[in-house]
């Protein structure tokens, strides 16, 4: 096999675009498994940014031109910046809602009742 | 035969969902989201039909010869765009309606109705046998 | 399925799983539209009537044994109706027969612009557009019949003090969205002004121009946006969306060739074109940008006027 540039810039591409992949998957898996709903948005928030990160990088370097390299880091910005924003967006509408976390108490069992009715709370 | 005509079924069926939520379900807001399933299904039916099997998107670029049938992305645009519009328009109705009547379920406007349409008759009565007595 | 929330939120997914469905096919403009007002303003517009309006539905009471029944019937009569159809993808069917060789073999002598799509709407079709834009102007209006609401003028340093108190409790949103707010307006404008050579055109950045807006409203507060977007004007821009529209015919006409025909508005036909399509589009996405907001404004504000209600009564 021929170890030119162009076959390595394949290769790198097509490693990203799988490792990509494999985070949307275990993202999705995430959902599906933890048992809290902030774990469950930690979860899917780091590794879905990362996952459309990665599946970007791949894609810029399939294709090499200078105007898709461009709009795809543009959208690759956005990303960046909009997916931790609503993730965040999300914890404090629960929090703001009266959704406590499962933590653990001072004997080291978890809080059965997790959820406060609480009017306006100071987040 | 049967694989070539798949996506009619698909359609077909996503159609009859939305038609029988329209049908079975007496609160508004599902109704409206039953329209909007069989809109999008309509949508999807008109634009399979234009799908040309190895043509590429609509945008004239050089080397392409074959492209996909442009007129019903034309008419999905505009349809598109209609079907957020009046289902804007239902919910709106929706928010008045439950201002009004105080509910959004079919059965209690429907019986609220008749209780309004039985005391109008029965006024109307009352009129016209106050008037024989006079 | 009672809880309604849930359901809005499956009715946005459906909308983006379409809009993929619809790149699958080939349609790129269809499933940006898709994409942008079906998974975006549909689920926004009916998370606000489920605030007013309920979150869960009563129990059903009649058994639907009819309606299954009518509903077996008509989609098996439907699908005997699909076995004469042509085969999916098949590239001899009478739908690519007649008019569409004509669009994609002569659009580029006719009309001048490579997006096949654009070329059909605002060129080929624009009468069909043309009545596109007036219903929805009418739908914005009919909006505004049902739910707008008279006001009295808000204190405005009421308004500040809310907003100052506000700024606290959702500092990184209110920076975030400060941030990209411009953003999304310049790419609204970018796909305003790329619709003809790309995926794109006037109801796309209609819709994307609206939705910053909604953005600005959800973290700023219905009295801030309504200072910053004057009410009045957005109406007055959404009839000169129609009026535009209305008036490059009227043009035509005056200029000796038939209405909407864009050959007699320059001296050469192909620049002609290119003007006609440039000003209707334009008129195009003013007219669905402020009925969108018109919209947004009038849900959202008559929402606040039953919240305000119901502390009055409280207190």
Known sequence: MAFDIDTIVELISAFCLLIGSFLCISGGVGILRFPDFYTRMHAVGVTDTLAAGMIL???????????????LVMILLMT??????ASHALAKAAIHNGLLPILDDKEGNKTENNYQESGSSNC | MLMGLYNYWVVVVLMMIGFYIVIAHGNLIKKIVGLTIFQTSVFIFYISMAKVKDGTAPI??????LYSNPLPHVLILTAIVVGIATTAVGLALTVRIKEAYG?????????????????????AQSQVTRSQVT | ???????????????LLSASFFVAMDAVDVAFTEASVGAGIS?????????MTGRSEDPVRHKPLLALIVVVITGGLLIYGTLDMPYFGAADAPIHQHVAPRYINDSMQEVGVINLVTSVLASYRAFDTFGEVVVIFTAGIGVLALLSVVRRRDDDELIDSVNDSMHEQHLILRIVTKMLIPFILLFSLYVQFHGDFGPGGGFQAGVIFASAI???????????????????LIRLIAAIGVLLYGCVGVVSLLNGGNFLDYNVLSSDPIAGQHLGILLIEWGVGCTVASVMMIIFFNFAGRQEEQQQAKEKEKS
């Open chain 1, 80 to 85: 960046l910046f909009i997916n931790p924003t």
């Open chain 2, 103 to 123: 509910s959004i379920e079919e059965s209690d406007i429907q019986s609220q109705d008749n209780l309004i349409q039985e005391a109008h008759t029965q006024d």
């Open chain 1, 57 to 71: 990088v791949g894609l810029m370097l399939q294709n090499p031109e200078a105007l898709v390299v461009i709009k």
């Open chain 3, 43 to 51: 689920t926004l517009l009916m998370f606000v009537v489920i605030t």
């Open chain 2, 60 to 65: 004239l670029e050089q080397g392409t010869e």
């Open chain 3, 214 to 232: 909604f953005l600005y409203t959800l973290l700023f507060g219905l009295s801030t946006a309504r200072r910053v977007i004057n009410q009045s």
């Open chain 3, 1 to 15: 399925m009672k809880d309604l929330f849930a359901v809005a939120m499956l009715v946005g997914i459906y909308g």
